[in-house]
Nanobody
């Protein structure tokens, strides 16, 4: 069973940047859809960004133009570059990998945007 581990979260001031990483414990098929989701206190988990097997990216409207998802297949790692962070971006961020009948989630990394 593949395991995903997120890192890179922390406390940042509004307008700042963070780069999240999601490392897989072993190789993930290139056909896998890799995504980032987040869950703020008292709210449901929501979609943030997705990187498809053919390299197409999708973003939720609130982060488009500020966040960038990328994938390093050689290192089995997915990144989320987050710029111009806002207090409403505060949440636990989760990495997800989905392929065939596999749906794997990481444990999450906390991102707090506050002055």
């Amino acid at each position: 069973q593949v395991q995903l581990e997120e890192s890179g979260g922390g406390l940042v001031q509004p307008g700042g940047s963070l780069r999240l990483s999601c490392a897989a414990s072993r190789s993930i098929p290139r056909a896998a859809i890799m995504g980032w989701y987040r869950q703020a206190p008292g709210r449901q988990r929501e979609f943030v960004a997705r990187f498809t097997s053919v390299g197409t990216t999708y973003y939720t409207p609130s982060v488009k133009g500020r966040f960038t998802i990328s994938r390093d297949n050689a290192e089995n790692t997915v990144f989320l570059q987050m710029n111009s962070l806002k207090p409403e971006d505060t949440a636990v961020y989760y990495c997800n990998a989905e392929w065939l009948d596999n749906d794997v989630w990481g444990q999450g990394t906390q991102v707090t945007v506050s002055s």
